[in-house]
């Protein structure tokens, strides 16, 4: 039905068609691909029935795409499954899934026919013929099996070419050592295949050339193909029971697995995780719940980037099962100061344990309008308290110089000390100077005046900031995060402000705090109005004069 007629919702700042029927589920096939939110995914790094993606995976690359989607609702409407009952499916379900695993796991119980004892016979006796000179039995071309598969996707892209290889050359062709110089991560696994495949096919050697690597791989291949032709037993009872397996699967997990592919229903609703989503990162009084599974931190952080998300990576341990893990969080509410390489946390997976987590990497970016707004202020005071340092360590450093340089004269000493506290004198005189330029220039005015003066001047230095920062606030892309993941996500996942508060919830101080807060900050802006400096301060020493009066103290 081509003209079918689609309901849909908005979410992140897009629309998302919705699937809330069967009959939409059954047109799926018709909805435009461009309205998909991704077309590819993999089937590891993800909370998710790992036998439903398996059998989903119908050609067993590790990865969903679009036309083995529809083939799964295909398969169901084969089957004469209403599609209406994938939204109510439940306990029934799990129970009858539970009674065909059963069904699987007896099957190897189950007496042989005659027909299929003659073919297990038959290829038993054709054993003899996949043994391979040098081996002695077919356990040792088992073993020999075992250690090729451990490294022989390594070594076959040890000896691929470069694409952009000429097809003369004068670069000698290159060998694999077997013994030395080899990554110390894969050393035991090297030796092993040199002992049990090697050794067997080639005799005692010390590295292996292009042409030998072809010719040890080919004499283990007819074993190889001896194994994958074992007569399975009941292989037509199998086949039945896992066509009902992937029917009551599909019925409980269908929906749900839809609504992280075609739709993101799941994540932008917030009603539960979504699938890519692996637990909750707890830090810095943050609990941040878009925690992703990472394979590589390098490859991932180099294209999360463009997410302009903040991102954490993180390392997890859980030292009682001797397990580890990577994973990166983003942190999209709150501060980000807090957060450093080295910063210790807990991580809670979806089923309820709990890893150390410790930082490794974060990528900045900005998190929210509040931090920006007051950025700029604490860059003034970070700039203003650094010149100061700077200042007293100037002068401090010139003071012991003098008195290192007359260490024997007690007077230079004197002198220098007394230097030292003019320099301090002079500093606090001028920031009084400074203080007093600002009060006479607020004299004048009325306390409205005032108060609209510090609103104008904090408005000029912070607003622009938060203007810069929400619109990049608005670029921030969930969807560039799962890319660098594995996912091919088809249209950008923005979030709104109100969700980014949900994905990363912050600590807050109680409500009475925040008044008691709110009405200092008041009652201190009230007391400085009505004390401000007038004109008829004349009792005192004048300000101007304050800098000169403190060198004079000092040196006498």
């Given at each position: 039905m081509k003209n079918y007629e689609w309901n849909w919702f908005k979410a992140g700042r897009m629309t998302q068609v919705s699937l809330s029927k069967g009959e939409d589920i059954a047109n799926l096939a018709n909805l435009d691909k461009k309205h998909w939110l991704a077309i590819s995914m993999p089937v590891k790094g993800v909370r998710f029935d790992s036998r439903m993606l398996e059998l989903m995976d119908s050609d067993g690359d590790g990865r969903i795409r679009t036309p083995e989607v529809i083939a799964a609702?295909?398969?169901?409407k084969a089957k004469g499954?209403?599609?209406?009952?994938?939204?109510?499916?439940?306990?029934a379900e799990e129970k009858a899934l539970a009674e065909v695993m059963d069904k699987?796991?007896?099957?190897?119980?189950?007496?042989?026919?005659?027909?299929?004892?003659?073919?297990?016979?038959?290829?038993?006796?054709?054993?003899?013929?996949?043994?391979?000179?040098g081996f002695a039995s077919l356990d040792d071309m088992a073993a020999a099996d075992a250690a090729l598969k451990a490294v022989e996707e390594l070594i076959d892209g040890y000896f691929t070419p470069p694409e952009d290889m000429p097809l003369v050359t004068e670069e000698a062709d290159k060998t694999l050592p077997l013994k030395e110089k080899l990554n110390p991560?894969?050393?035991?696994?090297?030796?092993?295949?040199?002992?049990?495949?090697?050794?067997?096919?080639?005799?005692?050697?010390?590295?292996?050339?292009?042409?030998?690597w072809k010719k040890v791989k080919g004499a283990i291949a007819p074993y190889r193909a001896w194994v994958a032709a074992k007569p399975v037993a009941g292989a037509g009872a199998k086949a039945k029971l896992v066509e009902e397996e992937k029917v009551l699967r599909y019925k409980l997990h269908l929906v749900e697995f839809l609504e992280n592919y075609v739709n993101m229903r799941r994540l932008y609703s917030n009603d539960d995780l979504a699938i890519f989503q692996t637990g909750v990162l707890r830090i810095d009084a943050k609990e941040m719940k878009l925690c992703f599974h990472v394979d590589s931190e390098a490859a991932h952080s180099a294209l999360a980037g463009k997410s302009k998300c903040c991102i954490v990576y993180v390392k997890l341990s859980r030292p009682a099962d001797k397990a580890e893990a990577s994973m990166c969080a983003v942190a999209t509410a709150g501060t980000v100061r807090g957060l450093y390489a080295?910063?210790?946390?807990?991580?809670?997976?979806?089923?309820?344990k709990d890893w150390e987590a410790t930082v490794t990497k974060v990528v900045e970016a900005e998190v929210s309008l509040a931090e920006a707004f007051w950025a700029p202020w604490r860059k003034l005071g970070e700039g203003i308290a650094s010149s100061v340092k700077k200042f007293l360590g100037d002068k401090q450093n010139a003071a012991q110089a003098?008195?290192?340089?007359?260490?024997?004269?007690?007077?230079?000493?004197?002198?220098?000390?007394?230097?030292s506290i003019a320099a301090i004198g002079i500093g606090v005189g001028m920031m009084g100077a400074a203080l007093a330029s600002i009060m006479a220039a607020i004299s004048g005015m009325a306390w409205w005046q005032i108060l609209v003066s510090i609103?104008?001047?904090?408005?000029?230095v912070s607003l622009p900031s938060a203007i810069l920062t929400w619109f990049k606030l608005r670029q921030r892309d969930i969807g560039a995060i799962l890319n660098a993941s594995g996912w091919a996500i088809n249209r950008p996942m923005r979030f709104s402000m109100k969700l980014a508060r949900e994905f990363t919830k912050t600590a807050r101080d109680p409500l009475f705090m925040r008044i008691a807060i709110c009405v200092a900050a008041a009652v201190a802006i009230l007391f400085a109005v009505l004390c401000r400096v007038n004109a008829t301060c004349g009792e005192c020493v004048s300000c101007e004069d304050a800098p000169v009066q403190a060198a004079e103290a000092a040196e006498q």
């Open positions: 609702v295909e398969f169901l499954v209403d599609l209406d009952s994938l939204f109510k499916s439940g306990e699987e796991a007896d099957l190897a119980k189950v007496p042989l026919t005659a027909d299929e004892k003659a073919a297990i016979a038959k290829w038993e006796a054709a054993g003899k013929d996949a043994l391979a000179p991560k894969h050393l035991e696994a090297i030796l092993d295949f040199a002992e049990k495949c090697v050794k067997p096919v080639l005799g005692e050697k010390t590295e292996l050339a292009r042409l030998e080295g910063r210790n946390g807990v991580f809670y997976d979806r089923d309820g003098k008195l290192d340089a007359g260490a024997q004269n007690a007077q230079a000493g004197g002198a220098a000390m007394a230097s609103a104008a001047v904090v408005l000029v």
